[in-house]
Each structure stands twice: as structure tokens, then as C-alpha cells.
């Protein structure tokens, strides 16, 4: 791996060294490289950029509020805590969202431990159905889940908890994603693919409910095996099945780099090109790369900074993913009000990037591509372990400190020290001992979950190993 110094970053980006030496310019005070803005006053609630689907003339926000981190009453989100959703302040986060333009809402019956569309049903059936569009998803991970009479009671089960009779974007959820039988058997993506949504006849089924005008727009959400994309892009060019949208991850990461950074990726300028192709809209998931990207190391961020000083670092990632205009919606899993604020404000108007933004993002893209960072978008999917080891944790606190430059290259290194330090006391801070690495036993339990397909059991014993060196060599 390549050990690039902030000056050497700071270089590729064509920033000199009269910026490295001002001392007016944002440095490496962790509290510029932060999520939010830095602007004030009202954020406007008639600039919202609307895109319109071609197959349906929707006109929709190209904001989407992904319900999947709804908030607690102990105030964290109920995407890794079992504690009960705070309807109310779910309610007030919609009602904000709504009045600022905001009409795409996208949950699934695996969101919040299973409580996601109760709660999102509660908070828009106090609106306009008309004027909203609901997305969910045939999320039949479970082999137990894949026959055709589950299918269709998840179906029905939507509409109860969402309130509605009909749904304006299905999906079927994270296709491409290998994936096991009640035998225990592993299946390929594309074996998954068939037994979840094909032979069962569940496809067919909610082509039915299309025509019934119970579904208004049916898709589908991609994680994994790209053979299954070109499948089904072949049944769209074929007239078998039409798509009415599809959804991606895509973030300036991601565009070129996602098979570098995990071989089961694809990138997006690939799947957003063969979208366009046939005139399908893209709805964008993951613009945040996990969360990765709205704290990018300091001397991007200072790049940053320098063009739009007022401006957080999370929405240079938003603005990126929704600079192309076949991009229909960016969804965010919004848990706080400020984060919600900063979001409209990168979409109320919406500015695309310039090219000369364009290319910075991809030279940042770069560094993730250099570093040994684990592409965990903290999804949780692979959670609980059996043994108790808090996975999504140890990779946060792992890529954390490889993006604050905590990450020692070896005695060798100047700020070896100093990294060491950093990396094990917030180790021990972030995750219990007996949460840690050190304790996993390669069960391999987790990595049929994962939609990035990380080699999880890997991963930990490579930080477990990392680990064992700090603690060896001071």
C-alpha cells in the first residue's frame, strides 16, 4: 500500500504550499470535517429540485428520505438499537421533510428491526397520499420467507403498516446478494435470484399487482453478482419484465473504484451507463459510502473547505450523486433534525457538481483506493454475531482511524506513536473486550448477510492482527 502524506495529497489535489503554511485556512481541526453546514437562516421550502420519471411523469424530490434509522426514545437510531421508535419526533422529521419539499419516502419490513414501515405508515397517513410517493421492498431474505404465500403476506403486510392500498415503488430488495436454502446450501446470485423472485412465481405476481394499479412502479435494489443485472436487463430488452426504476449504490468512490475496493461491487458508472441505455431512472443509495464520506481525512477535507468554505463535507457526496440527470432521487437515512437541514439545503436548490469538483472527488477517491480501508456501510445486516462480536464497530472504529490518518505504517513512521496510541485506547473505547476481534471464530455465520459481501471473518482476523502488532511493537 501506498503511504500517502498529507503533502502528498494535498499536491495531487494542486493545492500548494502557501495553503499548507496560511493559517486562516481550515487545518486539521477535526471540527471543520464535520457532517453539517455552517450556513444560517431559513432554508426554503418551495426550492426543492424535482426529476421526473419518463415512465410515469412523477415528479419527484431529488431528495428521498430513507426510513431506516428512524430515531428512539433513547435518541439513536433503530437501525442497531432495540429500543422503541419515537413516533413523535419521526412525525415532525416528516412533517419538516414534507414542507421542504420532500416526497419520496423509502422503507422495507427489514428496516429497523421489522418496525420501520409501522412507523413511516404512522407519520404519512397524517398527509396527502396523493401527493407522496411510498417505496418498499419484497425483502424475503430468509429462506423461510420464499415461497409464494410469504411473498404475497409481506406484500399485504406493507400496505397495513404503510397505510395505503397501493405502493408507488416496489422492490425486490438487494438482488445479486448469494444467499442460503433451508438445506443449509449456499446459492449464487444468481440461484438466490430465482429461488427468491422467479420460480416462485413472486415476480409474476406483483406484475399482476401492477396492472391492478396496486403497484404504480415495480423495481429493483442491487447488491452482489453482476450476472443477475445483465439478466435482468436482458428480460427489460427481451419485453419479458419491464422496469419502471432501479436502485443503486453509487457515491464518487464508487464510480470507478468499487471493485477495487470490494471485488463483489460493481461500479457505478457501469450500472448507471447500462440504465441509461434503456432510459430506466436510477434511484441512489449508499451516496455516503456507509457514512465514510461525510468525514473524509482532513487534507480532503481542506480542499473542500477551500471552494465552498460554508458548506459540509457530507454534501459534496449528495451533490455528486445526483449530478446526473437520469438520477431520480439520492436517498438518505436521516435519524436527526441537523441532518435532515443540511440535506435540504444541498437540494433546495440543487447544484450540480462542476467538472473541476467533479475531478477533485475522484482524486479523493483515489486515497480510498490506497488505504485498506473495509468497505462496511454499517448496514448491520450481519448482525447479531452468535458470538457476540460487534462487527460493525470494529470496522467503524477501524476505517475512522485510517481516515483521521490513526493508522500506523510501522515503527518506521514518525507519527507511529501517536497512531498507535489513538488506534488502541479508541479500540477499547469503541468496543468491549469481549466484543473484539480476537474473539471471532471464523464461523462464517455472518458473511451470507453482508449485501457488500465482505470476506467479514477475514477482515477481522487482518484487524486482529493489526491489533496484536500495535500492542507488540512500541
Not at 471543520?32 to 429540485?49: A, F, Q, R, Y
Not at 412465481?201 to 406484475?207: E, F, I, P, Q, T
Request: proline letters at 5%; one cysteine or more.
Amino acid at each position: 500500500m501506498e503511504d500517502i502524506t498529507r503533502r502528498t495529497f494535498l499536491k495531487r489535489l494542486g493545492i500548494g504550499g502557501a495553503v499548507l503554511a496560511s493559517p486562516a485556512f481550515v487545518g486539521c481541526d477535526s471540527k471543520h470535517n464535520d457532517t453539517l453546514t455552517t450556513e444560517d437562516g431559513p432554508i426554503p421550502t418551495d426550492k426543492m429540485t424535482m426529476r421526473v420519471n419518463p415512465n410515469t411523469n412523477d415528479k419527484v424530490s431529488i431528495l428521498g428520505y430513507g426510513c431506516m434509522r428512524w430515531p428512539t426514545t433513547k435518541g439513536d437510531s433503530a437501525r442497531e438499537s432495540d429500543e422503541v421508535i419515537d413516533q413523535e419526533q419521526v412525525n415532525r422529521l416528516v412533517d419538516f421533510a414534507i414542507e421542504h419539499g420532500v416526497n419520496y419516502f423509502d422503507t422495507s419490513p427489514a428496516y429497523c428491526k421489522g418496525k420501520s414501515e409501522e412507523a413511516t405508515g404512522i407519520a404519512l397517513a397524517r398527509h396527502d397520499r396523493k401527493k407522496l410517493f411510498i417505496a418498499t421492498k419484497l425483502s424475503n431474505f430468509s429462506a423461510e420467507t420464499w415461497s409464494h404465500a410469504k411473498g404475497v403476506e409481506m406484500f399485504e403486510n406493507s400496505l397495513k403498516m404503510l397505510q395505503t392500498d397501493y405502493i408507488d415503488y416496489y422492490l425486490l430488495h438487494c438482488i445479486g446478494q448469494p444467499n442460503r436454502d433451508l438445506s443449509g446450501k449456499e446459492l449464487n446470485g444468481m440461484e438466490a435470484l430465482h429461488a427468491r423472485f422467479l420460480d416462485n412465481g413472486m415476480l409474476d405476481w406483483c406484475v399482476e399487482q401492477k396492472k391492478k394499479g396496486r403497484i404504480r412502479n415495480l423495481g429493483w435494489s442491487y447488491h452482489g453478482d453482476i450476472e443477475v443485472v445483465d439478466y435482468l436487463l436482458k428480460l427489460h430488452d427481451e419485453g419479458k419484465y419491464h422496469w419502471d426504476f432501479v436502485q443503486i449504490q453509487l457515491n464518487y468512490v464508487d464510480w470507478k473504484h468499487a471493485k477495487e475496493i470490494n471485488p463483489s461491487n460493481t461500479d457505478g458508472e457501469y450500472l448507471l451507463g447500462e440504465l441509461k441505455k434503456r432510459g430506466i431512472p436510477a434511484v441512489i443509495m449508499e451516496p455516503l459510502l456507509g457514512g465514510r464520506l461525510a468525514k473524509v481525512p482532513e487534507f480532503a477535507a481542506e480542499r473542500m473547505k477551500q471552494l465552498r468554505p460554508s458548506k459540509s463535507i457530507a454534501s459534496w457526496a449528495f451533490r455528486y450523486a445526483g449530478t446526473d440527470p437520469s438520477v431520480l432521487t439520492v436517498l438518505s437515512g436521516m435519524t436527526y433534525m441537523e441532518h435532515l437541514e443540511d440535506n435540504l439545503r444541498s437540494y433546495c436548490p440543487f447544484e450540480p457538481c462542476t467538472d473541476e469538483e467533479t475531478k477533485m472527488l475522484y482524486e479523493i477517491a483515489q486515497v480510498f483506493v490506497d488505504n485498506p480501508f473495509v468497505p462496511c456501510t454499517d448496514c448491520k445486516y450481519c448482525m447479531p454475531c452468535p458470538y457476540g462480536i460487534d462487527i460493525p464497530a470494529i470496522f467503524k472504529h477501524y476505517n475512522k482511524c485510517i481516515n483521521e490518518d490513526h493508522y500506523g505504517h510501522g515503527v518506521g513512521d514518525p507519527k507511529y506513536k501517536e497512531a498507535r496510541r489513538a488506534f488502541l485506547v479508541g479500540y477499547d473505547r469503541s468496543v468491549p473486550k469481549l466484543r473484539q476481534a480476537s474473539h471471532c471464530i471464523s464461523c462464517g455465520e455472518c458473511k451470507s448477510h453482508c449485501p457488500q459481501r465482505i470476506n467479514i471473518p477475514g477482515e477481522l482476523r487482518r484487524i486482529d492482527e493489526y491489533v496484536e502488532s500495535l500492542k507488540t511493537k512500541q
